[in-house]
């Protein structure tokens, strides 16, 4: 049986994963009948948002390992843990966290490094060629795992594809329910609420995205 990774940093899309994105992936690919374990790097979260006002609570902080287990429903293991050979494919949806934890890219901007556990964790798929799904945000990472000439999208953010390109890769520009395919290194993008206004809009470039990585994994559809 099929079985893919999905990679989560938080709970929250201000300070962790983005829930529709997440739960929109989980019913993605139980569609297909695929199998999937959800990660998150054990770590504290770079801040917490209240959500409701939008400001950061100083005087709290949370592990991101913990939180992802809030969309997990507790079935999540730490990015050290994973056994490579047990996945098929990888997928890692958006919520500013993609950007805090997984990456330092929200306050780095195109000087941003991969956080370690997760640099290593996304290379062990891209080393074995597996399929990998990036929406929203996460995308921003591609050019930091891939390098030169990776190609995939965040939507149409002038400044982000900007970014993006100095950082090495090659931004293609999209709306809201497309997907980008770089066939080479087996990766799909899609901008989800980097563009949606709704969780409809966010709801089709996630369902394309996810029957595209199935594809690369053998699975009819």
Same mark, same amino acid.
């Given at each position: 049986m099929t079985k893919v990774a999905i990679l989560l940093s938080g709970c929250g899309v201000f300070d962790g994963s983005e829930i529709h994105e997440s739960v929109l992936t989980f019913l993605e /690919? *139980?569609?297909?009948? +695929? *199998? #999937?374990?959800?990660? &998150?790097?054990?770590? &504290? @979260? /770079? #801040?917490? +948002? $209240? #959500? +409701? %006002?939008?400001?950061? *609570? @100083?005087?709290? %902080?949370? $592990? &991101? /390992?913990? *939180?992802? &287990?809030?969309i997990a429903r507790g079935n999540v293991l730490a990015c050290d843990t994973l056994d490579i050979d047990a996945f098929d494919a990888l997928v890692i949806p958006g919520g500013f966290g993609a950007a805090k934890n997984l990456c330092d890219f929200a306050i780095n901007n195109q000087d941003c490094e991969v956080t370690l556990q997760v640099e290593v964790f996304i290379k062990a798929f891209a080393n074995k060629k597996k399929p990998i799904g990036f929406i929203c945000i996460s995308p921003v990472m591609i050019p930091k795992i891939f390098g030169e000439g990776a190609v995939g999208t965040i939507g149409n953010d002038i400044e982000t594809a900007e970014a993006f390109n100095r950082m090495g890769g090659l931004h293609q520009n999209t709306e809201v329910g497309d997907i980008i395919i770089d066939a080479e290194r087996h990766i799909v993008s899609t901008p989800a609420y980097m563009l949606a206004e709704n969780i409809t809009q966010a709801h089709k470039g996630i369902s394309a995205l996810i029957k595209e990585v199935a594809k690369m994994c053998g699975v009819k559809v």
């Open positions: /690919l *139980e569609r297909w009948g +695929i *199998e #999937h374990q959800c990660f &998150a790097p054990d770590m &504290a @979260q /770079l #801040h917490v +948002i $209240n #959500h +409701i %006002t939008g400001e950061v *609570e @100083q005087s709290v %902080t949370r $592990n &991101a /390992l913990v *939180e992802s &287990a809030r």
